[in-house]
């Protein structure tokens, strides 16, 4: 005979004055071996990241490269914990570097920087190729080195680094004024202004009204001129900048001499002051670096561009354009000049006479209202 087996009954109401008892057996204790039901179980010291994948956490910290904003961003990855330091500074990441990240400040310099942009350059970032060309030509005095580096920028299309190059080019920094090479110069700007670059545009304009390392062709400049302008102009639109009321104020442009002949007018001739663009960190760098260090670390007689986003020093005397009409100015370029007049040399620009503005190199025109730029040899 079968021991019969213990229940538990239930008394409860069935209906009106019924009471039923029903036999209810026990629940069993159940304990779930299923990590989602029950807390993790973990080491001493072990974390869930250690448990995702690296390809992921990888591209996850390339999309962050690419999207730095300051060096600050990609400095706070790194001391987040050892994995992640160890994964940031791989060469995938490095090379999506953006160039916000290499915003480092002259007085901050150093070796261990220095180490750090090479790094990104042996990455293959074209940014970090073009900062530390930039660095190495003009502050360091390292002058093939550098050009090598923003050569290898270049090569991969990188139109900062062709402009760049094209203004070495034109002024033969870094050698003598014989090795001036204008046709490069203006095949560099084309191919630059072809990428999008608004400067190398600009000075493919002037080039073209001025004959200048090109055959001369008035009508072809201009056009590049107002497509400077009007991609400026876009630009500036589409960065979102609040109050467009406050700098768009059409106007016709005053003319003081209607029977010369004018470059192309800048969009301040009209009334239109656009925001002066970003300045490219390693251009930021130049200026922060002479600044710091005074015309001692310039040479004896040697100039700064006047144009304050730029920071490009001359590599040998009377190498940049002074301004034809005041000779207090001068510039390296023509995109730098149209820049500088629009945002206060338009202001200050004083006449003087003729001959004290001549510096044999070349002159930089400014003839009322609008800008024209004429090489001189």
Request: charged fraction near 20%; hydrophobic fraction near 35%.
């Amino acid at each position: 005979m079968l021991p019969s087996r213990k229940t538990k009954r239930d008394f409860y109401s069935a209906g009106a004055g019924d009471c039923i008892f029903a036999p209810v057996r026990k629940r069993r204790r159940c304990v779930s071996s299923s990590p989602i039901s029950s807390a993790p179980e973990t080491k001493a010291g072990s974390d869930l990241l250690d448990s995702i994948p690296e390809d992921l956490v990888v591209s996850i910290l390339r999309r962050l490269a690419s999207t730095s904003r300051s060096p600050a961003d990609f400095i706070n990855v790194l001391m987040t914990c050892k994995r992640l330091n160890s994964l940031a500074t791989c060469p995938l990441v490095l090379s999506r570097l953006s160039r916000k990240a290499f915003a480092v400040k002259a007085q901050n310099w150093s070796e261990a920087a220095h180490r750090f942009l090479k790094r990104c350059v042996d990455a293959g970032n074209l940014e970090a190729c073009y900062t530390l060309g930039m660095i190495r030509f003009y502050c360091l005095q390292n002058r093939r080195n550098g050009a090598s580096l923003m050569a290898k920028a270049a090569i991969r299309s990188h139109a900062p680094s062709l402009y760049s190059l094209a203004v070495i080019q034109f002024n033969g920094s870094g050698g003598s004024k014989n090795d001036k090479d204008l046709r490069a110069g203006v095949a560099l700007c084309a191919r630059a202004a072809f990428l999008g670059h608004v400067d190398a545009l600009r000075e493919l304009g002037h080039c073209l009204q001025d004959g200048y390392g090109v055959p001369q062709n008035v009508s072809e400049g201009r056009r590049f001129l107002v497509q400077a302008n009007a991609r400026e102009l876009a630009a500036v639109l589409s960065s979102g900048v609040k109050s467009h009321r406050s700098w768009l104020a059409l106007s016709q442009p005053q003319i003081s001499n209607p029977n010369q002949s004018h470059g192309c007018p800048l969009l301040s001739d009209f009334g239109c002051n656009v925001p002066a663009p970003e300045t490219h960190p390693a251009n930021k760098f130049l200026a922060d670096w002479f600044a710091v260090r005074g015309g001692d670390s310039l040479g004896d007689g040697l100039r700064l561009c006047s144009h304050g986003g730029c920071g490009r020093p001359e590599t040998r005397k009377h190498e940049f354009r002074r301004c034809s009409v005041c000779g207090v100015v001068n510039y390296c370029s023509r995109a730098c000049q149209a820049l500088d007049w629009k945002l206060r040399h338009k202001v200050d620009c004083a006449p003087m006479e003729q001959d004290a503005a001549y510096d044999g190199e070349g002159n930089v025109q400014i003839d009322g209202d609008h800008v024209l730029v004429v090489p001189m040899s």
